[in-house]
């Protein structure tokens, strides 16, 4: 399998929301923190290539936090400051930190949010479009000139009221994300691999279903790989180590200038490694505190951890 | 990690249950077919080494059965045939192939079972306790003399009835198998690094947690690894599934005749082999027919599954 390739070191276009998130998990709790998919994508992948984010915050969206974002050298063009308030959630996480409940969402200025893309990113050659209204998703894909490779994510929201444009985005991506809930929900098919393959069939040329702790799964039409969660003995807070996850798997792709099957499986572990780590602290805290040689050490302990020899 | 050594081809003595399953699951439903730990775990192992076999069953246990045994050359000397009826379970399972609904369980001759080992048996390297009352199991390494590798199984109702005595067992083996909500159970620990941690400071060199579908994974004391579960579209009947596993486990790690960290990994990927065979059937179905190529064969695509480079 090969979906093309993006050129080597090419920047990623990442579209999604920016956020102050409220959070409460068993080890702790924050009020307004930095959030939202593309904060997490666009952090996680500006460890491996050139970021460009397409967003839109209020007058509330604290300074610092753009800075953080430029200090990861995140191309911020496309951040619009919009009048009003930014877009919050609220929520928390008993003992199955699989599963977030939400106390409140608050659009505010994501109600509106237009992704109207800056005309150089037109032309970036890997795009992800992370978790919004797949209306919006296309929108991005009709200002993009021919990139080389697009990955989204989705949810089970935009699946059950907008199946329809879901799998219109899903005809015009490489890579499409969901978590295993969402497969099963989208396809109607109780068993992964026959829920892969029926979303396979509605265009994308690899899916990649994301287990949260028991890892991910990518299916494509010839290859299936499994790579396992990494342990971790203190998990503080797992909201957006999907976004994490999927930021780390297109930058890899971004960097390396290949999406064949081979590196698409190292992309994974890429995406693995970013969100073990978002997951071990709160709002995007230990991203921004990572240095490259603490990633390709896991990545490597994650390769000791899954080695084993021939029969 | 060694654990010590199995002498090349040395026999594996397995003690538990044989039974008379009636099973529903959504895909179909058996009436008082072969079932047990001993008889899953026996023929398991007998695809790599020779096997003894320590069980009791009653004057109804049909003829075709032990036949069956005696075709995948398991040595039945162990087996005993009581008066009375053999044990009997009936269960079902619903969507969440998981999780095992119990209607009734008949003892039977089971009750009085007290594994006697046969005098050659006492000088058998390697031992499979499969999950029976600690007390037994105690008394069948009371007899043993100086095995290389004791695996154990043990289940919730030992844990929380008999905690002391699976203490006492744990002390005394090699390898520890059990499912991950066993693990938090014994311990007392929701994570399971600090389960396993606890688990090991027991006794044993190393605990496998058993993950159903999403695998096992491997503690020990200086290593750790982790086995994805075989992707199946159709799992018909899951009963038998972790005693198939420990009997591929143990019967690989008796044929190679070694139990380091290497040999262990490969043996638990042996195990995931046979278990995800087992699963594809009622009863021992798929098991009986099962050639050795066909493990091979699976083995090697688990391979290719986990498969990824450097960064």
Excluded at 18 to 34: I, Q
Excluded at 265 to 279: E, P, T
Aim: hydrophobic share 40%.
């Amino acid at each position: 399998m090969s979906l093309g390739s993006c050129p080597m070191g090419g920047p990623v276009l990442v579209v999604g929301s920016v956020a102050l998130d409220s959070v409460r998990t068993p080890f702790g709790e924050v009020t307004n923190v930095l959030g939202g998919a593309a904060s997490y994508a666009s952090v996680s992948a500006s460890f491996f290539t050139p970021v460009r984010m397409v967003a839109v915050v209020g007058e509330d969206f604290p300074e610092t936090h753009v800075a953080g974002f430029a200090r990861r050298g995140i191309d911020l063009t496309g951040l619009r400051r919009a009048t009003g308030k930014t877009f919050r959630w609220s929520g928390y996480y008993d003992y199955d930190l699989n599963q977030a409940h939400t106390r409140s969402t608050e659009l505010n200025v994501f109600e509106t949010f237009r992704p109207e893309l800056p005309e150089p990113y037109r032309h970036s050659p890997c795009v992800f479009l992370a978790n919004i209204d797949p209306m919006l998703q296309l929108f991005v894909l009709d200002q993009v000139r021919r990139p080389h490779l697009v990955a989204c994510d989705t949810m089970n929201y935009w699946i059950a009221n907008s199946r329809e444009k879901v799998l219109e985005v899903l005809a015009r991506v490489d890579i499409a994300l969901m978590n295993d809930a969402e497969a099963r929900q989208l396809s109607g098919e109780g068993n992964l691999i026959a829920a892969a393959r029926h979303i396979l069939n509605a265009g994308p040329g690899a899916v990649i279903v994301k287990k949260g702790e028991h890892g991910a799964t990518m299916f494509s039409r010839d290859s299936y790989f499994t790579a396992p969660g990494y342990p971790l003995e203190e998990v503080r807070d797992p909201t957006g180590a999907g976004d994490t996850f999927a930021g780390g798997l297109v930058g890899y792709l971004a960097r390396c200038g290949e999406t064949d099957d081979s590196a698409i499986r190292r992309a994974i572990i890429c995406g693995s490694v970013m969100a073990s780590f978002a997951v071990e602290n709160f709002s995007l805290d230990r991203l921004l505190s990572l240095s490259p040689e603490e990633i390709a050490e896991r990545y490597h302990e994650i390769r000791q951890m899954t080695d084993f020899g021939r029969l």
